[in-house]
């Protein structure tokens, strides 16, 4: 299971060798916005261990491709339908954890 210490480690590994130009020789992506968004993933399933003993549920998600000004409004999804995927798994009565949700369900990735 990965460690919060080796996520850290691999981000800094990526983050040194894009400002070295060597990613993609090492076997890197050439997405650092793809990239930040697989550790964010990995570090809510690390989170969710962690807490589980808490009875805390820990989720993350992707409003989708919204309306907003970062997509300088190209986006089809509303900002409201973007943010229901956040308030589905924030009022469900028994949430699922360690998971990300995309298009309002849980995403297999």
Partial sequence: ELTKQELFQLVDDFEADVKKGQHLQNG????????????????????????????????????GY?????????????PKDGAKNAVIPATMESPPTGEFFADYQVSTW
Avoid: Q
Avoid at 29 to 58: C, D, P, Q
């Fill in 66 to 78: 919204c309306d907003t000004d970062m997509t300088s409004h190209r986006g089809p999804r509303s």
């Fill in 28 to 63: 890197w992506g050439n997405s650092n916005y793809g990239f930040s968004k697989l550790a964010l993933i990995a570090m809510t399933k690390v989170w969710a261990r962690e807490e589980a003993k808490h009875g805390i549920a820990v989720n993350c998600c992707c409003p």
